[in-house]
């Protein structure tokens, strides 16, 4: 059960409240985190995660209409995800998604991809980067950056280059880490930034654990209990001896300019994730990067994507608002 | 003590570090909160901040060289700060400034308002409202309101009518809970709202309790338990029989319109107010104001005024740059 008292139930709607009362950690979680965990037993977590989430994926395919094809781009699996009417504006422009789920989970197509799809109206590319543990750090960070690297080099199968500036992107959570640690390797590859705005939804930009949020929301406050998390990730994700505080591991440590893209993030104040989204923020914003931070009240980690919750509603409309510039 | 976790430390400059581990909560504050803020021990709780906050207070009149008057506009006194160098185009505005302190502390030459007058480089005019339990609800605001009244309507003694689009006007803590009432009753009486720019310095905007972070935050996390402000106030401030939803007891409550002045909030992760700017900001936002929220790392109710901590500092000019409308 998630903690959830009646003053905190006050600021929230009521498809908010049904969604964290439906919230049931495993019991001793914390204890077993290791244990359940273990790359053994990865096949199963995806199994669980992809059949809770399938029916709402094809839910949103189906009302939006959506087209979906796989390519191959420099050898890496892509998922395009196609809207039925594309603004002229858009025509020439695509979203470079990097899916999340602590590295081991999670799928190019997920709500996080087809909803952007349809609600910014855009020809998503969504890489099918090789999960954990079947590859370690950094192979899907290289893949990323790979796929990357054709579509401005030479473009999608049958296209043009794309012009880095019209490019937007997204990464949630794990899938943030991945996308600035590709950033990072862009810049020193001396590769132009995709620069029509950056979506950090939730971001894991800070894989050593440090931070306010992942102590206060560890165990009873966000929809996961952060131990096991960790462990996943630790455990899958993580070549021996990795330094958690290397900038293209945990790239909150890294340095930025306005290189950066402009920036809008969003995170709430139950999610692990919080005091990620706060210090990337900061950074961004005191390196003189264009940068809005949107923390929704009593919201967990990635409710952005929930397709009823109006907290989510109302945080995708304002990333939408800032993804388009439009004042 | 404040719980304080290496991981926690990790994301805090030492200066915070150091001010968290010096606070040290009244054993058993929880159980004793309406004993410690009965009406007869106001004098005495007034007297140990006075003490704590004059060395400081008088620092900031030295090193900035702070000019200080107290005059009386409408029957009520108000403290006048000036700083010694006012830039011609900040010549004619002033900044009205209605302190915090849970409606019984606190005092309009803190260091709020001075380092306001300083920073912003602005004449500050700081209400002396009277405080709880010799004055209730809604005492303090008719005198705020007087005040503006009168400055908009007579001006200053001596001098012309404040034209409002030239007041910015600030409330930190319960202060903002004032100010935003004293809006509301503006509003209702067809006095022009002051339009320069306001700054909710982590605004108790929301006097009911509802809110994620007045439960995660109530107990060893802030620099005061929750339960003995919520007594403080509860014992003092309200008539019996207020209704703590009343949009002019907590404003949160009350319906915007783009009448209300460009705004910028702060609020820290361990902050008990941390929900009330969150929330604040959502509204005015959805109500299509413009308005900023700055959420800091690990810092607690109040942390903003600290003359050393970094964090503050960061903040601080963040919130100079809004008011100053620099883009």
Not at 23 to 35: I, R, T
Not at 125 to 142: L, M
Not at 231 to 260: C, H, K, R
Not at 268 to 285: E, H, Q, V
Request: charged share 20%; with cysteine; glycine share 8%.
């Amino acid at each position: 059960m998630v903690s959830l008292t009646e003053g905190q139930k006050a600021t929230l709607s009521p498809n908010a409240i049904k969604f964290l009362e439906n919230v049931h950690h495993l019991p001793f979680a914390g204890l077993l985190s290791n244990f359940l965990t273990m790359p053994s037993r990865v096949p199963s977590l995806r199994q669980g995660v992809e059949a809770k989430m399938a029916p709402g994926e094809a839910d949103l395919i189906a009302k939006h209409g959506l087209q979906l094809k796989e390519i191959t781009i420099a050898n890496v699996p892509v998922v395009v995800i196609e809207p039925p009417v594309i603004h002229p504006e858009k025509e020439s422009k695509i979203l470079f998604n990097i899916f999340g789920g602590a590295f081991i989970m999670g799928s190019p197509r997920d709500r996080a991809a087809l909803t952007m799809a349809a609600e910014l109206g855009i020809r998503v590319y969504s890489v099918n980067y090789t999960r954990s543990p079947e590859a370690k750090y950094p192979v899907a960070r290289d893949q990323c950056f790979s796929v990357y690297r054709a579509l401005v080099k030479e473009g999608p199968p049958g296209g043009l280059p794309i012009d880095p500036a019209d490019i937007y992107t997204m990464g949630s959570s794990s899938g943030a880490q991945l996308l600035l640690s590709m950033f990072l390797l862009a810049r020193k590859e001396g590769l132009p930034i995709p620069s029509a705005g950056a979506y950090l939804c939730t971001p894991a930009v800070d894989l050593s654990g440090a931070g306010d949020s992942t102590v206060f929301n560890a165990r009873d406050r966000d929809i996961m209990p952060y131990s096991l998390l960790y462990s996943m990730v630790a455990q899958n994700y993580f070549e021996e001896g990795v330094d958690l505080q290397d900038p293209l591991v945990s790239p909150i440590y890294a340095s930025y300019d306005t290189w950066f893209p402009r920036t809008v993030i969003t995170v709430g104040t139950r999610d692990f994730a919080l005091s990620n989204g706060i210090r990337m923020y900061w950074k961004l914003r005191e390196a003189g990067v264009e940068t809005e931070l949107l923390v929704s009240e009593g919201m967990w980690h990635g409710f952005v994507w929930d397709p009823v919750v109006p907290e989510a509603l109302t945080a995708r409309a304002a990333v939408i608002k800032f993804m388009q510039n439009k004042k």
